[in-house]
């Protein structure tokens, strides 16, 4: 899996040890969910101003909120995931600083935990998971916690 990260905001320092997270996170999706190591996903971390005017813009939701997902398959049957040779941009994944920071402090699990968190549900969404439906949801969160697990980030680490 191909990750590139952008710190686009100046509110939240970012160690380097939580974009290795981020990035060790995105290509543990990739193997379980079985994606192409040529595969390309971006994360960009911004401040609630600009994940503000994204969601209002795209969704029409007044407010800031904590990660966004712009998937490049949207329309196709399912995300490409085959081992082609060509590079494939899977989409882009928004992460606010100041809401992951917000939520850490809340949930009492960090920065590191909640980022990494946001970051794999992004991810998910970019690959075809919702949380609409409640079983759909169930679903979604179980392979979140798996994944965070092989991270030693999984809820029950912080009494969740």
């Known amino acids: 899996m191909i990750v590139t990260l952008e710190n686009n905001q100046e509110e939240v320092r970012i160690p380097e040890e939580l974009e290795a997270t981020l990035t060790k996170?995105?290509?543990?999706?990739?193997?379980?969910?079985?994606v192409s190591d040529r595969t390309e996903v971006d994360i960009t971390i911004v401040n609630n101003e600009e994940i503000h005017e994204l969601n209002r813009?795209?969704?029409?939701?007044?407010?800031p909120t904590d990660v966004l997902s712009f998937a490049l398959d949207e329309g196709d049957e399912e995300p490409e995931t085959d081992d082609s040779e060509a590079e494939h941009l899977l989409g882009d994944i928004i992460?606010?600083?100041?809401?992951?920071?917000?939520?850490g402090e809340e949930f009492g699990h960090g920065?590191?935990?909640?980022m990494t968190y946001l970051a794999v549900h992004g991810m998910l969404h970019l690959l075809g998971?919702?949380?609409?439906?409640?079983?759909?949801?169930?679903?979604?969160?179980a392979r979140e916690e798996e994944v965070l697990r092989e991270l030693d980030l999984a809820e029950e680490r912080f009494g969740g």
Do not use: G
């Not at 813009?57 to 407010?63: A, C």
């Not at 920065?111 to 909640?114: A, D, P, V």
């Open 57 to 63: 813009t795209y969704r029409q939701i007044d407010r």
């Open 129 to 141: 998971y919702d949380h609409m439906e409640e079983a759909d949801k169930r679903v979604m969160r």
């Open 95 to 103: 992460i606010s600083a100041p809401k992951a920071v917000e939520q």
């Open 25 to 34: 996170a995105m290509n543990v999706v990739a193997r379980l969910e079985k």
């Open 111 to 114: 920065l590191t935990r909640e």
